[in-house]
DNA sequence: CCCACGCATCGACAACTGTCAATATCGACG
DNA sequence: CGTCGATATTGACAGTTGTCGATGCGTGGG
């Protein structure tokens, strides 16, 4: 299977209880994300004009070694958060707006009303 | 500091390159997420009438035991995700809807464009 | 008063994670 | 071809995590 796997994952949470599957699909996005360094590295690349930065841009902004860096970015790509290409000798990385998507619609807010039945 | 710790957590991660602070805020709450039975667990609660649930509701739908799913609604609990309401010999769970909202806002796809400068 | 029940805590253990130093790979450029 | 600079891989290690069984703690009912 692909590295760019479908984003079957998008249904909000609040819409009806996960099934086990599902869960198993999303959770590894939101395991990409839920670290310090890997969320600012998201967020760097986002802010940038075309979602779009280079590693050597991404590195100095940390106090952690090149292999840790590293690291960390083939974490956020294996989990479909982030772009890879090579251009020359450098390595750009762009986020994916489906992959965003598909996170922010997890999160949309629409709770089941308190009146409602179960 | 409470529980319910105030969230400053919310822009989106495209509006500017996240601060270390900021980055160590909103990981927590993500980590709580980035497991299955948690993710299952917040989508049984939130899908649920008023978005409350009885643990003893909750322990069934897994394979899992007691202690276990304890833990995991602790852990939703203390990263401010899911409250916590003893009502006789029971525990229900209800999920803060302000704690969804900032996760969504994270998520708004506000990319930068292309052409804009970095 | 004691028991049954729902939930939390504890202690243990295997599995996973973040980090680094060392080293490999790969492309550009003399 | 040799070297240099940018990135990836490997191996190691401490710290964290998910899970369980055993046990503790309140609450409500006989």
Redesign the pocket.
Known sequence: MSIHAPLACCTPLAHEPMSADQAAQVAPML?AL?????LRLMSMVMSRAGAEA???EL?PAF?????????????LHEAGLLD?E?R????YFHARPEAMAALGSLFATTLAPAGAPA
């Open positions: 395991k839920a670290d310090p360094v890997r280079c590693a050597c590195l106090d952690l070694s090149q292999p840790t860096i590293s690291h960390h970015l083939k974490v890879r090579k020359g000798v450098w390595v």
